[in-house]
């Protein structure tokens, strides 16, 4: 059966709790631990020896047990499980529908992007009249020459 131990630790520091958690979680049978630094309290959820958990505690700091219990696992009544899933569904559909637009918005800037680039190359080609087409791809089909990869 698992249980929930709440444990008051005299911690001075980050690093000391980083290391009074690593030293617990090692322990058998520790499902889970949470640190409130603010109240100094450590609650671990496992099926451990409480005893056990406080000796490796104390080898990294002074700490005693406050409280130790069985660990309550609420049930939720089955209609209200239903709204939550529900809930998250319509939240799903609606991020869905936002991914859409947004990426219809996406397309239709990138459109307007290429408008831009021709205009500028345009632009670019009535101030520089001297600037040589390209002939990259027309000659690589009738060349023998001509690089294989191209």
Sequence with gaps: MSKKLIVKVFLHDERTARKAIKSISRLK???????????KKLTLIGDMDPIE???????????????????????????????????????????????????????????????DVARLVKAYQAYNPYLAPSREFARSAEDTNACAIC
Excluded at 29 to 39: H, W
Aim: hydrophobic fraction near 20%.
């Design 29 to 39: 049978g520790v499902e889970s631990t949470s640190m409130n630094m603010k109240d």
């Design 53 to 115: 958990v406080v000796k490796n505690l104390k080898k990294v700091c002074s700490a005693e047990i406050l409280s130790v219990g069985p660990a309550k696992e609420e049930e939720e009544p089955e209609k209200e499980k239903s709204k939550k899933r529900k809930e998250k569904e319509e939240a799903k559909k609606e991020e869905r529908k936002k991914d859409k637009e947004e990426a219809k918005k996406d397309e239709a800037q990138t459109d307007d992007d290429d408008d």
